[in-house]
Each structure stands twice: as structure tokens, then as C-alpha cells.
């Protein structure tokens, strides 16, 4: 049975920092494409990062020069580092292994960054 599960999130002011983790169990985490996505209230889910097995990454614009997606493969873990955060960072943010292992979705954890 795949498992994720997210940890991290919380209330932070702006310009603050936060790092999420995601440890997966049930799977070959070591070639596991990941990513990390977000859902603001009324608003649809968008990726805000990814990693492939190899380490290779991506990002969206909005996040690029303040967030880092990184993994531990020992631990079976997926981190976000986010830094320099801002209001509009605040939404619940998922965790997700990608085909072709996945999609495996995680619960979520919340990030609110207000003053």
C-alpha cells in the first residue's frame, strides 16, 4: 500500500520560511518522479514543483529564486524548502508521486502566511 505523508505546514509571517516534508512508504521511492503541488481557496490545484529520480527540477515561475524541491532517498523523503513567503503562498499543499508509479496524492498540509 503507497503512503504520503505530509508535514510542515503551519501559520508564518511574510518573508518567512517553512519546510514541508513528504515521507512515502510502499513504493521505489529512489525512482519516483515527485512533486509538490497547492490549492488555494476557490482556486484550482497548480504544480509549484517537481524532481525526477535523477534529481533533475522544476519549478513554476511564481516560486522560482524561493522555493528548492530536494530528496533524501535514504529516508524516502521529499522536502519544499520556502523561503521569502508571501500571502499568496497560502493554500494546502500536496504531495504527489508521479506516473509512472503514481499519481499517489498525499492528505495535504495547510501553509497560511499572514501577518
Known amino acids: 500500500q503507497v503512503q504520503l505523508v505530509e508535514s510542515g505546514g503551519g501559520l508564518v509571517q511574510p518573508g518567512g520560511s517553512l519546510r514541508l516534508s513528504c515521507v512515502v512508504s510502499g513504493t521505489f521511492f529512489s525512482i519516483a518522479a515527485m512533486a509538490w503541488y497547492r490549492q488555494a481557496p476557490g482556486k484550482q490545484r497548480e504544480l509549484v514543483a517537481s524532481?525526477?529520480?535523477?534529481?533533475?527540477?522544476n519549478y513554476v515561475d511564481s516560486v522560482k529564486g524561493r522555493f528548492t524541491i530536494s530528496r533524501d532517498n535514504a529516508k524516502n523523503t521529499v522536502y519544499l524548502q520556502m523561503n521569502s513567503l508571501k500571502p499568496e503562498d497560502t493554500a494546502v499543499y500536496y504531495c504527489?508521486?508521479?506516473?509512472?508509479?503514481?499519481?499517489?496524492w498525499g492528505q495535504g498540509t495547510q501553509v497560511t502566511v499572514s501577518s
Open positions: 524532481i525526477t529520480g535523477g534529481g533533475s527540477t
Open positions: 504527489l508521486i508521479r506516473p509512472p508509479l503514481g499519481p499517489y
